[in-house]
């Protein structure tokens, strides 16, 4: 059959629009009705909070999805920035349905790397200060997932409730991941706010730990530690410094106490993670996209105290605290 020019015409104005519209406007990968979905999962580094976020994430898939039916994909930046980078370009090439990032690191990376392949984060403290998102409540991008953001106000009743004749706090952090500077900002004005003074310390990775974390003893009555993936991969090094100066440490993960901290006003990684997998799964049976699935904050959580530090460090865990605190060895 003869096409006429005009016909031609129509035809190829269509694709231009189309061509513009996805240029201009843009959206994410169409994986409605996907059957068989090809997940990456991302994580910065290996250490037990975001192990679970990771177990979790994995499980609402799983739930979701018959083994045969499901690709996915693991893979661990062990702490690299330029793994991480690496990764995100192989996740890309690779055509995958559905990014999981666990971290901001991760996170931020896998949507520099793409635009258009849905990203689900857990284990990230704040999506809107992280450059990640729109706002929180509407993400308006690629971008979603659950937050592991703790209140620091809590924190500070905590440790005063644990402490109450500590009057000097310090804080360490990895100034070089903006969750960590976010909650340090945070910590530091609820402490003043209830009249202690606050020293912070920063280390850039692992090997600066021991020696900063010394030299922060030496200033302070206990230690606070928020949610910071270079801290978390070396808690040991850390409580072995504060355990010889006799300086506890509080922290904003479970597992910190189960690495030597006194106490912790924790979220519940497993629970973030799954609760991420859960909207992942929305996305690829398409259900939801990105854009308007609000972030998810973490549920409140009651306090995780260790006996054995406590003992350790010749601390009385105040009665009253005791009955609303998960205690632990």
Same mark, same amino acid.
């Given at each position: 059959?003869? =096409?006429?020019?005009?016909? =031609?015409?129509?035809? +190829?104005?269509?694709?231009?629009?189309?061509?513009?519209?996805?240029?201009?406007?843009?959206?994410?990968?169409?994986?409605?009705?996907? /059957?068989? $979905?090809?997940?990456?999962?991302?994580?910065?580094?290996?250490?037990?909070?975001?192990?679970?976020?990771?177990?979790?994430?994995?499980?609402?898939?799983?739930?979701?999805?018959?083994?045969?039916?499901?690709? *996915?994909?693991?893979?661990?930046?062990?702490?690299?920035?330029?793994?991480?980078?690496?990764?995100?370009?192989?996740?890309?090439?690779? #055509?995958?349905?559905?990014?999981?990032?666990?971290?901001? $690191?991760?996170?931020?990376?896998?949507?520099?790397?793409?635009?258009?392949?849905? *990203?689900?984060?857990?284990?990230?403290?704040?999506?809107?200060?992280?450059?990640?998102?729109?706002?929180?409540?509407?993400?308006?991008?690629?971008?979603?997932?659950?937050?592991?953001?703790?209140?620091?106000?809590?924190?500070?009743?905590?440790?005063?409730?644990?402490? $109450?004749?500590?009057?000097?706090?310090?804080? *360490?952090?990895?100034?070089?991941?903006?969750?960590?500077?976010?909650?340090?900002?945070?910590?530091?004005?609820?402490?003043?706010?209830?009249?202690?003074?606050?020293?912070?310390?920063?280390?850039?990775?692992?090997?600066?730990?021991?020696?900063?974390?010394?030299?922060?003893?030496?200033?302070?009555?206990?230690?606070? %530690?928020?949610? /910071? #993936?270079?801290?978390?991969?070396? +808690?040991?090094?850390?409580?072995?410094?504060?355990?010889?100066?006799?300086?506890?440490?509080?922290?904003?993960?479970?597992?910190? %106490?189960?690495?030597?901290?006194?106490?912790?006003?924790?979220? /519940?990684?497993?629970?973030?993670?799954?609760?991420?997998?859960?909207?992942? %799964?929305?996305?690829?049976?398409?259900?939801?996209?990105?854009?308007?699935?609000?972030?998810?904050? $973490?549920?409140?959580?009651?306090?995780?105290?260790?006996?054995?530090?406590?003992?350790?460090?010749?601390?009385? *865990? /105040?009665?009253? +605290?005791?009955?609303?605190?998960?205690?632990?060895?």
């Amino acid at each position: 059959m003869q =096409w006429s020019s005009k016909r =031609w015409a129509v035809i +190829l104005g269509v694709v231009g629009i189309v061509a513009v519209g996805t240029q201009f406007f843009g959206k994410t990968t169409d994986v409605q009705g996907t /059957d068989n $979905p090809v997940v990456g999962i991302v994580q910065i580094a290996q250490h037990p909070s975001l192990d679970e976020a990771n177990r979790g994430f994995v499980a609402a898939l799983q739930e979701a999805y018959p083994a045969k039916a499901i690709t *996915i994909m693991q893979e661990n930046a062990q702490g690299e920035q330029s793994n991480l980078k690496a990764i995100a370009q192989r996740f890309v090439s690779q #055509n995958v349905h559905l990014i999981g990032a666990i971290s901001t $690191p991760a996170a931020q990376t896998m949507a520099n790397e793409t635009a258009t392949i849905p *990203i689900v984060g857990t284990a990230v403290s704040d999506y809107e200060s992280a450059k990640l998102v729109k706002t929180n409540a509407t993400p308006g991008t690629n971008v979603t997932g659950t937050s592991d953001r703790t209140r620091e106000a809590e924190q500070v009743q905590l440790l005063q409730r644990l402490l $109450p004749t500590a009057k000097r706090v310090g804080i *360490i952090y990895n100034s070089g991941e903006i969750n960590s500077e976010l909650q340090a900002k945070s910590f530091v004005t609820a402490a003043q706010a209830e009249g202690l003074s606050v020293t912070e310390a920063t280390v850039s990775n692992v090997n600066d730990l021991a020696q900063v974390t010394q030299a922060l003893c030496g200033r302070v009555d206990v230690i606070y %530690v928020p949610t /910071d #993936n270079v801290i978390a991969s070396a +808690l040991p090094t850390l409580i072995n410094v504060t355990n010889a100066a006799r300086i506890p440490v509080i922290g904003a993960a479970a597992s910190y %106490v189960r690495e030597g901290a006194l106490a912790a006003l924790s979220v /519940d990684y497993y629970q973030i993670g799954y609760r991420a997998g859960k909207m992942a %799964v929305k996305i690829l049976k398409g259900n939801a996209q990105p854009q308007t699935l609000a972030i998810e904050l $973490p549920a409140a959580q009651a306090p995780l105290i260790s006996r054995s530090a406590a003992n350790t460090l010749g601390i009385t *865990i /105040d009665a009253e +605290l005791a009955k609303t605190a998960q205690l632990c060895d």
